[in-house]
């Protein structure tokens, strides 16, 4: 066995719902095989579909975008990925012109709220009950909805 992959060739490996079975069982035999591994990767997280409007995004549906086409049409990285992860990965996400105005009003809200306290937080020290929740939100499945609540 390889020393590089320390019985683990992943740490963390992830995909779809939808490629449990077959996909990621025959990448689990053909890898373990391959490498002489027993575990393909420690940890596994299989995410909801993304869909557009209520329907799951498909190239032959024509409800199909990307991240690059976003960002053509002026979206902010930053919009985007407030978007991406203000539904739990497991679930599904339905990615909305609406939601991404939700976030960017979101987002602004937040900026002016921090630029409204950045004199008074000088020197003043973090807020360790915060952020112990946000850790506990975090360290329960990823939960990105509830730490940013």
């Not at 602004?108 to 850790?135: H, K, P």
Request: charged share 20%.
């Amino acid at each position: 066995m390889s020393e590089m992959f320390l019985g683990f060739p992943f740490d963390l490996h992830g995909g779809g719902l939808d490629l449990i079975f077959p996909h990621h069982e025959n990448e689990i035999a053909q890898s373990c095989c391959a490498h002489g591994a027993e575990t393909f990767a420690r940890y596994w997280m299989h995410n909801g579909y993304l869909v557009v409007n209520g329907e799951k995004m498909s190239k032959s549906l024509g409800n199909f975008f990307t991240v690059r086409e976003l960002l053509e049409k002026g979206w902010p990285g930053e919009v985007i990925r407030l978007v991406l992860i203000g539904t739990h990965y497991r679930q599904p996400l339905d990615f909305t012109e609406e939601a991404l105005k939700q976030a960017r009003t979101r987002l602004d809200r937040w900026y002016r709220a921090l630029g409204q306290i950045a004199s008074v937080a000088q020197g003043m020290s973090g807020d360790t009950e915060g952020d112990a929740e946000f850790d506990a939100a975090l360290l329960d499945d990823l939960n990105t909805p509830l730490a940013l609540s």
